[in-house]
Each structure stands twice: as C-alpha cells, then as structure tokens.
C-alpha cells in the first residue's frame, strides 16, 4: 500500500498502545483545550437559547458590551472493541464508542459508535449498526484538524453520525497505478417515523497513489432534523414521530465534497476540500400550542409569509459552496508547523428574506505542534474570522457565533489564540 494511502485511511499512528485483555481492546482520546477570544458578547443574543433559524432568535440586546473572554473545556472519547478470528478468513468486531464534553455527553441523546463488523480480506467488510459518517469524518481527520480548521469539517449540510445504518466497503482495488476503496452506507434513522421515513445514503471513494491522496464524498439525507452543522445526527424530523408525522412534510439535504491530500518530499504536506451543500428548506411549524409552544426544526424560512400553497412561515432551497485549504511543514520527528484556511460561501436562494444567504465568513488558522511520543501532543495556534457583512451568519454555520465565539452580528472580525493537549490511547 503506498505511504499516502495509508495515511489516509488510518491517519497519523501513535506510539501509544491501546489496553488489550484477550480479544478486548479499550483506546480512544482525553483532549484539554482552551482559549482566549477577542468581540466576544456574552449572551447578547436577546433569546439565548433560541437557535438561529427563529426570527426570534435574530435580535441581539442593543448596548450590550463586548470584549476579550476565556474559554475551556475537555473532552473525553473511549471506545470499547472486541475483535474475534472466524474459519475462512473471515473477522468479526463489534465496537462501542461515547464522547463527553466537560462530563456532559457531546450530541445527547446520540451513542457515536454501536457497531458490529464483518470482515474479509478479499471480500471487503460489512458494518451495521451506529457510526460516524464519511461526511464528517473523513474531512475532519486527517484534513481540517491537521491544519486548525475543524471549522470546515463541522459546519455544512452533511449529517455526521448514523443510525440504524448498514455499511459496505471494499478491499483495496489496483485503478490507475494506485489503490482504490470504494465505499455505500444506507442508514434508516428513527424507525418510528412512518408518514415521513428517513432514508440516508452516502458514497466514498478513496485513491491514492504516491504523494497523491484523493477522496469523495457524496451524501444525501431525506426526513431528518435540517441542520448546518456536520456532526448532527441522523435520526428523523423531530424525538416525537408518534405525534408530529402526521403534521409534517419532510425535507432535504446533502452534500458532494472533494478532499486531497499532496506530499511534497518528506517536509511539505498541502491539503484542499470542496463541499457543495443542499438543503431542500424546511417550513416552520408550531407543534403544540400555548406560550410555550413547540416547533419543527425550521431551514431557510420567510417569517410571517405564505406560499402559493397556502402554507405559512415556507422554507425555502438553498445551495452553497465552502473551501477549505492547508499547509503542513515537518520541521522535524517533534515539531510541525501549519497554515489553514476555510471560507463559507453565499448561498443561492429565492428566499426573499435574509436568513445569513448573502453573508461569507474567512476563517484563518497559523499554529505549532509537538508531539511527546507515546501518544500525547500539544499544539497553540493563532486564529483569526472575517466575515463579509455584519449581520447573520453564512447558512453553512449553525450558529452566528460558531467555532469562533465571535458573533457576525455583533462584530465583523474578531482573532483568538488556542492551546489544546490530546493523549490518544
């Protein structure tokens, strides 16, 4: 197998050994990290706890100051295997992996991995269950984390962590001087859902030959939460099918993403990504009644309106195109260095109202990382955010002060520094 094409699909080794009694194998992460953050506001938003797709979570409090604020937090991801031998070459594994932050679980609500494995050398391998798509995963590492920008990796119409799904992948193929793995998933999510089924499909494929690392990814989601943030789960429209199938109409979205990887002699390593999303949009929805009334997960609505169907508050499509790009340098076995960017595009879309479609957002990365051995490194970096206007954020962020803590409506740019120690196991 070249260097390239392992490297990809099993990202950079540690030195650290995972805890092992017989067939049973515990690895898995502890990360600390923290950092200090310039036009921060905090909780200037005057319905802090709505979420950006509620016209009544666009109003900020006016007057309110802002300024300089440390953040910190860890997080801890384990993941329990087996793995047993079978007659004809065949192996079996099953897999069970949470991740906490600050004690609390990461995506609540949502196991990251409850799989069971089959695997053959020549046959490829079959995987069921419940596990991180290829969507956020595969540019998250070893992309966007290699150069500081997770941003890319978790904003977007891709869904990140599967449910009831099924996946096939296959041996390493000889294509074009390199080797080639292809890969299908089909997730059901929530199976209560009958009216609005969630249906999920997702393709990969991975060559690499020499220096040259090149992956797609295409994804498609259908009656899911819409969301703008990557490691979302796939589930189904809202936790209560029993009572909102009938009151529903569903949605869409998706994404096809590009990622390379280049190495340039044994100091250099450049990397790219492409991701164009899609979302059907999604019509906003009172579920229960009273002051405290429940909604849908609304995308892309024009408040206060009404279709030529009659329907109210109409989510309208929307498509756009985000990048992302980095530069590694190997100084030596301890020390790299890298460079990062991500830009969000505008999106495309008739919705008449703003809803953050004519915004951009330039985020910028330079950082350092040692690596100790025996799985522990640390890095510190230098961050920076511009966005195009003042005002709601891209469509392709979840939030307007995502992955920054620097709001658009408060601030058009903003910088912070980051620290982080990771010890894989």
């Given at each position: 197998?070249?260097?390239?094409?392992?490297?990809a699909?099993?990202?950079?080794?540690?030195?650290?050994?995972a805890?092992?009694?017989?067939?049973?194998?515990?690895?898995?992460?502890?990360?600390?990290?923290?950092?200090r953050?310039?036009?921060?506001?905090?909780?200037?938003?005057?319905?802090p706890?709505?979420?950006?797709?509620?016209?009544?979570?666009?109003?900020?409090?006016?007057?309110?100051e802002?300024?300089?604020?440390?953040?910190?937090?860890?997080q801890v991801?384990?993941?329990l295997?087996a793995?047993?031998?079978?007659?004809?070459g065949?192996?079996?594994?099953?897999?069970?992996?949470?991740?906490w932050?600050?004690?609390d679980?990461?995506?609540?609500?949502?196991?990251?991995e409850?799989?069971?494995?089959?695997?053959?050398?020549?046959?490829?391998?079959?995987?069921?269950?419940?596990?991180?798509?290829?969507?956020?995963?595969?540019?998250?590492?070893?992309?966007?984390?290699?150069?500081?920008?997770?941003?890319?990796s978790d904003?977007g119409?891709?869904?990140?962590?599967?449910t009831?799904?099924?996946?096939y992948?296959?041996r390493?193929?000889?294509?074009?001087?390199?080797?080639?793995?292809?890969e299908?998933?089909?997730?059901?999510?929530?199976?209560?859902?009958?009216?609005?089924?969630?249906?999920?499909?997702?393709?990969?494929?991975?060559?690499?030959?020499?220096?040259?690392?090149?992956?797609?990814?295409?994804?498609?989601?259908?009656?899911?939460?819409?969301?703008?943030f990557?490691?979302?789960?796939?589930?189904?429209?809202?936790?209560?099918?029993?009572?909102?199938?009938?009151l529903l109409?569903?949605?869409?979205?998706?994404?096809?993403?590009?990622?390379?990887?280049?190495?340039?002699?044994?100091e250099?390593?450049v990397?790219?990504?492409?991701?164009?999303n899609?979302?059907?949009g999604?019509y906003?929805?009172?579920?229960?009644q009273?002051a405290?009334?429940e909604w849908?997960?609304?995308?892309?609505v024009?408040?206060?309106?009404v279709?030529?169907?009659?329907?109210?508050?109409p989510?309208?499509?929307?498509?756009?195109t985000?990048?992302?790009?980095?530069?590694?340098?190997?100084i030596?076995?301890?020390w790299?260095a890298?460079?990062?960017?991500?830009?969000?595009?505008?999106?495309?879309?008739?919705?008449?109202?703003?809803?953050?479609?004519?915004?951009?957002?330039l985020?910028?990365?330079l950082?350092?990382?040692y690596?100790?051995?025996?799985g522990?490194?640390?890095?510190?970096?230098?961050n920076?955010?511009?966005?195009?206007?003042?005002?709601?954020?891209?469509?392709?962020?979840?939030?307007?002060?995502?992955?920054?803590?620097?709001?658009s409506?408060?601030?058009?740019?903003?910088?912070?520094?980051?620290?982080?120690?990771?010890y894989?196991?």
């Amino acid at each position: 197998m070249p260097i390239a094409m392992a490297t990809a699909l099993l990202g950079l080794a540690s030195e650290a050994q995972a805890f092992e009694y017989g067939p049973f194998s515990l690895t898995g992460f502890v990360k600390a990290y923290a950092s200090r953050v310039s036009n921060h506001c905090e909780r200037c938003q005057r319905d802090p706890d709505a979420a950006r797709q509620f016209i009544w979570a666009d109003d900020i409090v006016f007057g309110k100051e802002f300024g300089s604020k440390t953040q910190r937090g860890i997080q801890v991801q384990p993941t329990l295997a087996a793995n047993f031998g079978l007659p004809q070459g065949f192996k079996f594994s099953a897999a069970f992996a949470q991740r906490w932050r600050d004690g609390d679980p990461d995506l609540p609500g949502v196991v990251y991995e409850r799989s069971a494995t089959l695997k053959h050398e020549y046959y490829g391998s079959l995987v069921i269950g419940n596990f991180v798509s290829r969507g956020w995963n595969r540019p998250d590492s070893p992309y966007a984390s290699d150069v500081g920008q997770t941003v890319f990796s978790d904003s977007g119409a891709a869904y990140g962590i599967l449910t009831h799904a099924l996946r096939y992948t296959s041996r390493e193929l000889y294509v074009m001087d390199g080797n080639l793995v292809l890969e299908g998933t089909y997730a059901q999510g929530d199976t209560r859902w009958k009216r609005n089924k969630p249906e999920f499909f997702e393709l990969w494929a991975l060559w690499g030959q020499g220096p040259w690392v090149i992956e797609a990814v295409a994804q498609s989601g259908k009656n899911s939460a819409p969301a703008a943030f990557a490691k979302t789960a796939f589930k189904g429209l809202t936790y209560f099918p029993d009572r909102d199938d009938a009151l529903l109409n569903g949605n869409s979205q998706g994404i096809f993403m590009l990622l390379t990887k280049y190495q340039i002699g044994s100091e250099y390593e450049v990397s790219a990504g492409l991701r164009v999303n899609r979302w059907s949009g999604a019509y906003a929805v009172a579920l229960t009644q009273g002051a405290q009334a429940e909604w849908n997960n609304p995308f892309n609505v024009n408040w206060g309106a009404v279709d030529a169907k009659g329907v109210a508050n109409p989510g309208y499509s929307a498509q756009s195109t985000d990048l992302m790009l980095g530069l590694r340098k190997y100084i030596n076995r301890e020390w790299q260095a890298y460079a990062g960017a991500t830009y969000l595009g505008k999106a495309s879309t008739a919705n008449p109202r703003e809803r953050g479609q004519s915004n951009t957002a330039l985020f910028g990365s330079l950082g350092a990382r040692y690596d100790f051995g025996n799985g522990l490194t640390a890095s510190a970096a230098l961050n920076a955010v511009h966005y195009g206007r003042k005002g709601l954020a891209p469509l392709s962020m979840p939030a307007h002060d995502a992955f920054s803590n620097i709001d658009s409506r408060v601030a058009r740019k903003g910088h912070w520094v980051s620290f982080e120690a990771n010890y894989k196991f």
